[in-house]
């Protein structure tokens, strides 16, 4: 119900925007959240934005890199990532809560696109 979009190779240093669409989801009523999960480590939590955006919340390792916004009338989420490192490449995943905490942990959110490559590298 969630496609994540955007996903490429790309140099150090460079940039990216994700896209997630959620044509099964009306995604005004969620928070919605970026994760990401590399080779043989767990799905770790990137950023999260309340419904009508006025609370953000970053990982520790993405803050002030990385920008989390959305479009209610267009039901899509973006993910800008900047300055962008090799331990950014991941598979990136799109996911949604209804809650009316921005909350970290995957468990949480009941939603899932089913994800799209970031690879860093030169």
Same mark, same amino acid.
């Given at each position: 119900q969630l496609v994540e979009?955007?996903?490429?190779?790309?140099?150090?240093g460079g940039?990216?925007?994700?896209?997630c669409a959620?044509?099964?989801?009306?995604?005004s009523w969620y928070i919605m959240g970026w994760f990401r999960q590399a080779p043989g480590k767990e799905r770790e939590f990137v950023a999260g934005i309340s419904p009508s955006s006025d609370d953000v919340?970053?990982?520790?390792s993405v803050e002030?890199?990385? !920008?989390?916004s959305r479009e209610n009338d267009k039901n899509i989420v973006y993910l800008e990532m900047n300055s962008l490192r090799p331990d950014d !490449?991941?598979?990136?995943?799109?996911?949604?809560?209804q809650?009316?905490?921005?909350?970290?942990t995957p468990?949480?959110?009941k939603y899932w696109g089913q994800g799209t490559q970031v690879t860093v590298s030169s």
């Open positions: 979009s955007g996903g490429d190779l790309v140099q150090p940039s990216l925007r994700l896209s959620a044509p099964g989801v009306t995604i919340k970053y990982g520790y002030g890199r990385f !920008t989390i !490449t991941a598979v990136y995943y799109c996911a949604a809560d809650h009316y905490l921005i909350r970290t468990e949480h959110y």
